[in-house]
């Protein structure tokens, strides 16, 4: 597994705006914080752009989360925060479109439109989602559909692309002794997660270590999130040696390694 703290050009080349692909606002906290943190130091610009975040006329939650959000790119210097027009199904109503039930070129032409619209430059690094979604959340799954869906139908505009994952030795690894030593509150709802979720170790080909610095910004853009991560569960609840031990990497696939 190669290391991204020496970023290499082969993997985000200089100059190209970086695009991460996130379902829902808390994503980018829990997923990838750490790395966008350090490209952005390093000059890259980087957007987020939300598959499943959309406000729906009448649901309150929807704006809060898209605030919650935008005040988390603020923090980690994102450029920009764009939201295709789909919700998460338990939002939907009326005339809004739950992601789940979208086809996959309807949402990758949805994430050209929004990108032409911004006008960003040309040609990007993409960055999506493992086969498993991460977590095997649906939305994540279908993101993952989407993001190969997208790399392939304009492949000329996509210099790089990659894939966000989780470890999944690493965490059933740390659940093992967990589980017996702290409450239920300060540990993932892994029933809620698919059997298969992340990667294994061995098909991973990239991994970033997050710094002191970089941690504790983690925690602080995870808090931001309110209306979804509560201070006193998982992952806020943990101690400080726990969560170096789960959040202290960030973990990726590079699609062309991974062939």
């Not at 993001?147 to 030795?169: C, L, M, P, W």
């Not at 993932?188 to 061995?202: D, T």
Request: aromatic content about 10%.
């Amino acid at each position: 597994m190669n290391e991204l703290n020496l970023l290499s050009d082969s993997v985000f080349p200089g100059g190209y705006p970086v695009v991460f692909f996130h379902a829902h606002p808390d994503d980018e906290a829990f997923l990838s914080a750490g790395l966008i943190n350090e490209l952005i130091k390093s000059g890259r610009e980087c957007l987020v752009l939300y598959g499943a975040a959309a406000i729906v006329d009448g649901v309150e939650k929807t704006a809060l989360r898209q605030s919650e959000a935008k005040k988390s790119c603020e923090l980690l210097s994102i450029s920009s925060a764009l939201f295709l027009e789909f919700c998460e199904p338990k939002y939907s109503q009326k005339d809004a479109l739950p992601l789940i039930n979208q086809k996959i070129k309807r949402i990758s032409d949805s994430m050209f439109a929004a990108l032409n619209k911004k006008n960003i430059k040309l040609p990007l690094v993409l960055v999506s989602y493992d086969k498993n979604g991460g977590y095997g959340n649906p939305d994540h799954r279908l993101i993952h559909l989407a993001g190969r869906h997208f790399q392939k139908k304009y492949k000329a505009i996509v210099k790089s692309f990659i894939e966000i994952t989780i470890n999944r030795d690493k965490v059933n690894s740390w659940l093992s002794g967990a589980k017996n030593r702290l409450t239920q509150k300060s540990l993932p709802k892994v029933s809620y997660w698919s059997n298969e979720f992340g990667l294994p170790a061995r098909k991973i080909t990239h991994c970033y270590r997050l710094t002191k610095a970089q941690l504790a910004l983690k925690r602080h853009v995870l808090a931001v999130h309110k209306s979804q991560v509560i201070q006193d569960e998982f992952p806020l609840s943990l101690s400080e040696e726990d969560f170096v031990e789960i959040f202290g990497c960030e973990f990726f696939t590079c699609l062309e390694e991974a062939k």
